[in-house]
């Protein structure tokens, strides 16, 4: 008899074996999705309500999804149409000497380069620059730090009880959150229609550079999805945020902690594939039914 259930314990660490992960908070009963078998996620539907949240719901680093509230802070101080390139923000030397940084992602900005606000947050959010998120939280607020104060205002402001942001960027393993947490900002950050563009584009460029810098999701445009944002690190994982549209319904979903303690690459294919496979389940569920 032991060695029977110390077999049917260790079957379920083995690859492919996981067990099935614990879901909770669905205002909609019956719904079967694919939820990752390990860290947390959450997915809602507009007008119909929450899909479930997996996961223990521990605060958790989340790397470069981190800058969906920075350009939600930079969005409601200096707000801007869509057609408009917004206020002329001027690169400086810390910017430009941070864009060499191997050890993360960057945009290879000049000092003294003058480049309008839109399109900083698309060199932002879409090849996800760190040196420009903090530039833009220079810009904004005169320093890092006193930008990171009003994004943890923020945070409270839209009861995100779990978050705690440390940098503007997301290179920070101490900027943590949950997958609930984030699902608030997702649905606050894509009424602005602004926001909404620039999360959808596939690519972006420097002005005078002849270079394309693609979006890090590469879900767009596949399983309705419309945006938002990846982001990965070592001890993050990979982690997703992603806003679909299917059926005229917004779908917005968050992804975290992917194969944490990997590598960034694992990390976002894992958080990608995860994604994938949640985006195209949520579709079929909507496509087939009669809300």
């Known amino acids: 008899m032991r060695s029977s259930v110390a077999f049917l314990l260790l079957l379920g660490l083995l690859p492919g074996c996981a067990p099935e ?6 205002d909609v009963p019956g719904v079967l999705l694919p939820w990752p078998a390990e860290g947390q996620a959450a997915v809602e539907v507009e007008g119909i309500g929450s899909l479930g949240v997996s996961g223990d ?3 958790v680093p989340i790397a470069s999804v981190t800058k969906v509230m920075t350009a ?9 149409r869509p057609a408009d390139p917004g206020p002329l923000v001027t690169v400086d030397r810390t910017a430009e000497e941070e864009s060499h940084s191997p050890q993360e992602s960057t945009v290879p900005v000049r000092e003294g380069q003058r480049i309008g606000l839109r399109r900083m947050l698309e060199l932002m959010l879409v090849p996800s620059g760190n040196n420009v998120a903090r530039l833009l939280a220079r810009w904004d607020s005169g320093s890092q730090q006193a930008f990171v104060r009003r994004m943890n205002a ?15 960027g997301g290179n920070e393993d101490s900027t943590v959150s949950t997958a609930t947490d984030q699902l608030k900002l997702a649905s606050t950050a894509m009424r602005d229609p602004v926001f909404r563009e620039v999360v959808g584009e596939g690519h972006t460029e ?10 890090t999701n590469t879900l767009l445009d596949r399983h309705g999805v419309i945006g938002i944002k ?6 993050a994982g990979g982690n997703l945020m992603w806003a679909s549209r299917v059926r005229g319904r917004l779908v917005l979903g968050v992804i975290l902690g992917q194969a944490a303690g990997t590598d960034p690459v694992s990390g976002k294919e894992a958080a990608l594939a995860a994604g994938g496979k949640m985006t195209a389940a949520v579709e079929r569920w909507l496509l087939s039914s009669d809300r």
């Open 21 to 26: 992960p614990i879901v909770s908070g669905a």
């Open 57 to 59: 719901g521990e605060p």
């Open 72 to 80: 939600y802070v930079i969005l409601r101080r200096h707000p801007l």
């Open 154 to 168: 923020a945070a409270r402001r839209l009861g995100m009880v779990g978050t705690t942001y440390t940098g503007a």
């Open 206 to 215: 420097l002005p005078g550079d002849a270079r394309r810098f693609a979006n």
């Open 230 to 235: 990846t982001g990965s690190g070592t001890a």
